[in-house]
T-cell receptor, first 111, second 117 residues
């Protein structure tokens, strides 16, 4: 059974810092991995999707890497801003469609 | 593009009543939609996979007679929580997988918060 773990569970940083969020999964047979952002009481905003054949994806200040063989992904956020405060979820596709979500990292960026 | 809506965005009901939640893909067709549940401070858990024109596939531990899913068209899936109880209070989120494009990215709705009194 696929299990997805995210470390740290919570993170508090001052504005401007670069930071790394970690995601690990137990079964490397995945189709893709996605990073999402969730604001309190809201739905999900997709940030980056990495196909299993890819190593990384970039969007603005965000960079996500994928090492499928070791079951790991990292989300790098450059020059963090208070508006980045949210919960970040990673999810891996189990089979072609089913997504298994991680436990999430709650990020707080202080001005 | 790829917008998914949910209705209602929040609902409060009395214990024992049934509640229907709609999930619509607004600008694309989806043969497959998914229903997730999220309890406070927890991650999303897949409840069931909804396939247009056929029966839904439920995850282990999810009661199919309690959570009725209907996917009658390529743009609409509904989740009905029957005889709701306080322990069913949760955030329900749907996602849709576009037919066109052949990709495997799901697009998520904004969620429905259910509170059962």
């Amino acid at each position: 059974k696929q299990e997805v773990t995210q470390i740290p569970a919570a993170l508090s940083v001052p504005e401007g810092e670069n930071l790394v969020l970690n995601c690990s999964f137990t079964d490397s047979a995945i189709y893709n991995l996605q990073w999402f952002r969730q604001d309190p009481g809201k739905g999900l905003t997709s940030l980056l999707l990495i196909q299993s054949s890819q190593r990384e994806q970039t969007s603005g200040r965000l960079n996500a890497s994928l090492d499928k063989s070791s079951g790991r992904s990292t989300l790098y956020i450059a020059a963090s801003q208070p508006g980045d405060s949210a919960t970040y979820l990673c999810a891996v596709s189990e089979g072609f469609q089913k997504l298994v979500f991680g436990t999430g990292t709650r990020l707080l960026v202080s001005p | 593009g790829a917008v998914v809506s949910q209705h209602p965005s929040w609902v409060i009901c009395k214990s024992g009543t049934s509640v229907k939640i709609e999930c619509r893909s607004l600008d694309f067709q989806a043969t497959t939609m998914f229903w997730y549940r999220q309890f406070p401070k927890q991650s999303l858990m897949l409840m069931a996979t909804s396939n247009e024109g056929s029966k839904a596939t439920y995850e282990q531990g999810v009661e199919k007679d309690k959570f009725l899913i209907n996917h009658a068209s390529l743009t609409l899936s509904t989740l009905t929580v029957t005889s709701a109880h306080p322990e069913d209070s949760s955030f329900y989120i749907c996602s849709a997988l576009p037919v066109a494009g052949g990709g495997n990215e799901q697009f998520f709705g904004p969620g429905t918060r259910l509170t059962v009194l």
